[in-house]
């Protein structure tokens, strides 16, 4: 069998070859024939093909002399002199020599069709079983060294609604396994929360600290965030971020150093734009600043160094910044490549990442996500946190109302922050809002007061971006929430740039808010007198929606 090129039931395989050969005798005195491309007898006799029919036997007893249209004459079987026989006559012994021939050429045309349909079948039937077998290896590569007990601390989810996923960067790699300088004991030295909304292709990574103070569930004492993967694996660090955060995991990805390389290099490179010039031998060396596309050794660069800004601040919320930076580059360049590019990548991570999620959950998601662009659709940002020493040790403490503030909106669909931040000294990237920077408009950064609000108000839906189904589609994920949609329709015109939810009275501001948020990404406006509508609340569909 040919090499498999690509998984779901794709493969290349060499064309079977369903050709009928005769055998053939060799005689003494025998000539070549080019023609025939082997050795014939000469004269050469006409054997009988895989289809001919069988000689027929002649029959001894003595024929009626009996004259019909179908027949010859007594006269005319035993006088063929006296009248010759016509050339072209329906029931000449030519025609019925050419008619017999266009028989056997017609029956081996239908046995050829038939031998070729049923190899094709054969073809599909051998290829399906390796590409299923093939598949089920790479589904064995991915969730190899998992725990036993990690579906007790994963909850369900349908991949359509939004769901998290914890995504932790290992320090494991070959060289550490070779030489068992770590003694097989590893530690998550990134950890990032990500909320997937593939409604919305929205993607929102939130880093959380590796040096965050935490406490074990069957471990006294207080502890780095980043030693749960080593005490009690992949179901410890879950269940220990699920209650950092407040929310419940339905995946988790782990990712060695060696898997970041592969990934990177298997792409054939990422896109970047390095804040600064990096010296740090202890993250493998130099790497310029600007736009450039690295490789996988350098990519590993950037997502390893925090020394090379020692001199600017911290390094650790740097870092993340940074390994924020190459998961969005290479999640960018993946769901731009071609199919087959997809999937060698997915079978080259196999080897260095271990996730509960098969291949048709990624390959379901690579579709979902098909042509994102993380300049519009991720949202990023870092745990609020501030040092403190205990015990003489240092960690990163939790800030915990702004970290409630953030995760509230990340539970919404909004951007962890309200803005996006840019460190003025590095211009290292700290936080990203998308495209959805403003949609926010409540006061004081609170955006927990929309959930409190009232949902008494009639809601118009108006489609302005001419999608078909899009009206109702909101309509029903609005009363769905518990608000009251009295009319859908279509707006003046389909030229809405931006989701809108226009409210009417100044008290009616919180209860607007709530109804963006519902929406996911929508802007809210108070009514200057340019629109009209017979609700309370008017929600305009803008092209943004759904992107």
């Known amino acids: 069998m040919g090499r498999l090129k690509a998984f779901g039931g794709l493969a290349t395989i060499p064309p079977m070859n369903f050709k009928r050969t005769t055998p053939t005798t060799r005689t003494s005195g025998s000539s070549s024939d080019p023609s025939l491309g082997r050795h ?3 004269p ?10 069988p000689p027929r036997a002649r029959s001894k007893a003595p024929q009626a002399d009996t004259t019909s249209a179908y027949s010859r004459s007594t006269r005319e079987r035993h006088s063929s ?13 030519r025609s019925e020599r050419s008619q017999y021939a266009a028989e056997r050429k017609r029956r081996k045309r239908h046995h050829l069709v038939r031998n070729i349909f049923v190899g094709i079948l054969i073809a599909l039937a051998v290829g399906a079983g390796a590409a299923f077998a093939y598949i089920n290896v790479i589904n064995g590569n991915l969730a190899r060294g998992l725990g036993s007990g990690l579906g007790n601390v994963l909850v369900k989810s349908n991949n359509s609604e939004p769901f998290y996923v914890l995504l932790c960067g290992t320090d494991q790699s070959i060289e550490r396994d070779t030489t068992d300088s770590t003694d097989g004991t590893y530690r998550t030295d990134t950890m ?12 929102t990574l939130v880093s959380i600290p590796r040096d965050t103070k935490v406490t074990f569930d069957g471990y006294s004492g207080e502890h780095k965030i980043n030693a749960a993967y080593a005490y009690g694996g992949s179901e410890l660090a879950v269940k220990t971020v699920s209650q950092l955060a407040g929310v419940d995991i339905a995946h988790v990805a782990l990712v060695d150093m060696d898997g970041m390389k592969a990934a990177v290099d298997a792409l054939g490179g990422i896109d970047v734009d390095v804040p600064i010039e990096i010296n740090d031998e202890m993250a493998g060396g130099h790497l310029d600043a600007g736009e450039q596309t690295l490789n996988g050794d350098q990519a590993l660069i950037l997502a390893r160094s925090r020394h090379s800004y020692d001199k600017y601040g911290d390094g650790d919320a740097y870092r993340a910044a940074n390994q924020r930076l190459v998961v969005s580059a290479i999640a960018k360049k993946l769901l731009q490549s071609d199919p087959v590019t997809i999937a060698n990548t997915i079978q080259t991570l196999s080897q260095y990442v271990q996730t509960d999620m098969t291949v048709g959950d990624i390959v379901s998601l690579g579709q979902t996500f098909q042509g994102f662009d993380p300049s519009t659709s991720l949202y990023s940002a870092t745990m609020p946190n501030e040092p403190v020493k205990s015990g003489g040790v240092w960690y990163t403490e939790v800030v915990q109302d702004a970290w409630k503030e953030m995760m509230d909106r990340v539970n ?12 003025s000294t590095t211009g290292t990237v700290l936080s990203t809002t998308g495209d959805a920077a403003g949609s926010s408009d409540s006061s004081n950064g609170d955006t927990s007061s929309g959930a409190s609000s009232s949902k008494d108000g009639k809601v118009v839906v108006r489609n302005g971006n001419g999608k078909s189904g899009v009206g109702d589609k909101v309509a029903s994920k609005l009363t769905d929430a518990g608000y009251k949609v009295t009319d859908t329709g279509n707006a003046e015109s389909f030229n809405y740039k931006t989701t809108l939810v226009v409210y009417m009275s100044s008290g009616d501001k919180d209860e ?4 963006a948020d519902t929406i996911g990404g929508a802007q809210i406006k108070q009514n200057d007198g340019s629109y009209s509508t017979k609700g309370d609340f008017l929600v305009i569909i803008g092209s943004d929606y759904g992107k």
């Open 40 to 42: 014939s007898s000469a």
């Open 44 to 53: 050469r006799r006409e054997q009988a093909g895989a289809y001919e029919r």
């Open 512 to 515: 607007a808010q709530a109804i």
């Open 412 to 423: 919404k669909g909004l951007p962890p922050t309200e803005e996006a931040e840019v460190d």
């Open 192 to 203: 990032m929360l990500c909320r997937i909304d593939p409604q919305n292709k929205k993607v």
């Open 81 to 93: 002199a006296d009248a010759p026989e016509q050339a072209g006559s329906a029931y000449s012994r």
